[in-house]
């Protein structure tokens, strides 16, 4: 699926780490999955986005509703950020309604320009316009953690010195963030070369530097399976590695991009492993259906719960 048709509209306007929770769940069988009756809530905080199931309900209010029957609660919607004030109260209060909470939007990305790695001054005065943007957006939507996709490469600088620049418009946003008293977390996300050539953050492991060099609560990762499949595979002894840093996961499964199931993914050990892990926290389902209609928004929903089955 093309991530620029998900940013449409939020990217050029314009959410922390998860605890443990010890718990060793066992595998179980396929069979597993028929005992979880439709509408009981997930292992995990499964997380769709509006379109998703639009067979199901006309309206997004609808969409809402029908993803909390099925049992999901949560939801995310990149270009939250560019809907009207009175769309976005009218949603944060579906949402508040149906017991579901806000997973991210998209604060910047900008897939042609070196926002971040330039280090010019009118680059990072959109950005920094942009992270107070969605400050006001997340205490309104009542988010917790914002996408920050930091441009491309700048061919003009040395890789040190892109770094270099990365981090400093890091810390400003953090600061700016942490002097408006919100908790709202920028969660960068890196993403694969091929379908994103020339973007700056490409891996998990380059992500876990960029945060540990930044070394604030606001700044963490989103691991975003798909991309890293793409990108370096390896899932989980990368998501083991850089736990402390990330705070947000998204799933698509490759090729296709779509639910659990349709590609190469274990998505069942993969999600078992983070649930272990005690992650508290919001999984993006940014992805495509596989299949059309009403018919198959309900085997996408079949899938997560194949899938949350461990």
Known sequence: MNRRSFLAGSAAGLTLSPHVRPQEPQATAPKATEARAAGKPFQLDYAPHFGMFDNHGKSMVDQ????????????????????????????????????????????????????FASGKKDHQERV????????????????????????????RLDPGFQLANVVDLLRRCCDRIAQKKSELVMVLEPLNFRDHPELFLTKVP?????????????????????????????????????????????????????????????????????????FRGVVGMEHGNAHGGKEGELRLIAAYRDADAF
């Open 128 to 155: 920094l316009a942009e992270i107070d943007r969605a400050i006001v957006v997340a205490e309104r939507v009542q988010a917790r953690w914002t996408t920050v996709v930091p441009g491309t490469v700048d061919h």
């Open 206 to 278: 380059q992500a876990y530097a960029i945060c540990r060099a930044v070394q604030s609560p606001h700044c963490k990762i989103l691991d975003d399976l798909y991309h890293q499949q793409i990108t370096e595979g390896n899932l989980i002894p990368n998501l083991e590695g850089a736990w402390d840093e990330i705070a947000y996961f998204q799933v698509g499964d490759n090729p296709g991009r779509n639910e659990p199931g349709t590609g190469e993914v274990n998505f069942r050990n993969v999600f078992r492993r983070i649930h272990q892990k005690g």
């Open 64 to 115: 809402l509703q029908f993803a909390a029957d099925q049992g999901f609660r949560a939801w995310e919607d990149n270009g939250m950020a560019g809907r009207d004030e009175a769309v976005q109260k009218e949603l944060a209060a579906k949402m508040q309604q149906c017991g579901i909470r806000m997973g991210v939007f998209v604060a910047h990305a900008d897939f042609g320009a070196p926002t």
